[in-house]
């Protein structure tokens, strides 16, 4: 079983039930990594890299993203909560399936394409983000706020508890 720690390089590993809680990644980088019932609670990923992972059946709560870079990242059946999403210093082609993701903050980011399918998105901002093409097919967004988006092509088939203001947000 791997130690990880701050300033390391993983690549090409699988990590199972590691409980990472307060922790520090920080300037870790991790590519092609896939972490399977991880516990990431106030985990701190400050300057972190994340490229090509997969994150299943993960606890994700109060994550420290200050300059964390997000490509080509997998989120299933993950509990993400409280995460300021809009911290990174880049998020690219992110993808949540079935993850439960409650108070984050996507505000000023370009998330084209991103889905979210059968997720439960709650109270999450969307305020000026790039939701072109996005994919909210059966995601329940309770509580959700979009504001000054870019939603055109997005896909909201079978999604439900959403409010759209169709004055503040660009929908086509």
Not at 57 to 78: A, D, G, P, T, Y
Not at 134 to 153: I, V
């Amino acid at each position: 079983m791997y130690e990880i720690s701050p300033n390391s390089c993983y690549e090409d590993t699988i990590f199972k039930s590691l409980d990472l809680g307060k922790k520090s990644l920080k300037k870790s980088v991790f590519d092609e990594v896939v972490f399977e019932s991880c516990h990431f609670v106030e985990t701190d990923w400050s300057q972190a890299q994340f490229q090509g992972c997969r994150f299943k059946n993960c606890n994700m709560s109060l994550i420290n993203l200050k300059e964390c870079r997000l490509q080509q990242i997998v989120f299933e059946e993950c509990k993400i909560v409280g995460l300021d999403f809009y911290r990174c210093d880049k998020v690219l082609h992110v993808s949540f399936f079935n993850s439960l993701l409650q108070t984050c903050n996507f505000s000023d980011l370009k998330l084209q394409g991103t889905s979210f399918a059968g997720s439960r998105v709650r109270e999450a901002y969307f305020t000026n983000t790039d939701l072109s093409e996005a994919n909210f097919t059966d995601t329940d967004l309770l509580g959700s706020t979009f504001h000054q988006c870019n939603l055109g092509s997005a896909d909201f088939s079978s999604a439900r508890n959403y409010y759209i203001d169709l004055h503040t947000n660009k929908v086509k």
